[in-house]
């Protein structure tokens, strides 16, 4: 049975938005969410991670010139600030045990995309996290053109891994099916 749920498709196609709603309904329904996602910033030049207690940090910015003394890479037109995006996000997997109480808590990975993996302590953290007894998860990775990314291969084969393939036409229909792969993951 999947404890993992993950969302595949283009860039644009709303997986980021499909994880954000359907968290609010596992939290509404009292189960215990933590985790991270992204959003554009507002001029559209990049994106920030904001973690469930709300803190934000910046990601990634479109063709920034890199910062003098900082860790950073580049990946397609992005320079991805690699010490904030582990600031942030990486606690928040690291303390993804068991919560108390009945069922099991869920940890939200909004992306585990080419941008995240070129940062290696983010990649052993979503390993770790989805080892861990107790933790579902939902979170969503890219679809690729051309040669595919292992570690996101790896996560989408995983015997407790379920993928749902987002589209414009599917979308608005998911919900409920993600939602109750997780509660299903939970018992």
Known sequence: ???????????GVGKTALVQKASKILKSSGVPVNGFTQKSDKEEIGFNVVTSSCAQEVWSRIGSE???GKRQCRARQYVVYLTPSEQSPLPVLRNAGPSRGPGQRVCVMDETGKVELLSQPFVQAVRQTLSTPGVCSSGHNPTTKGKPLAFVEE???RYDVRVFSVTKENRNHLSPDTVTCVQSGRK
């Open 155 to 157: 996560l989408r084969n």
């Open 66 to 68: 890199p910062l003098p």
């Open 1 to 11: 049975m999947a404890r993992h749920v993950f969302l595949t498709g283009p860039p």
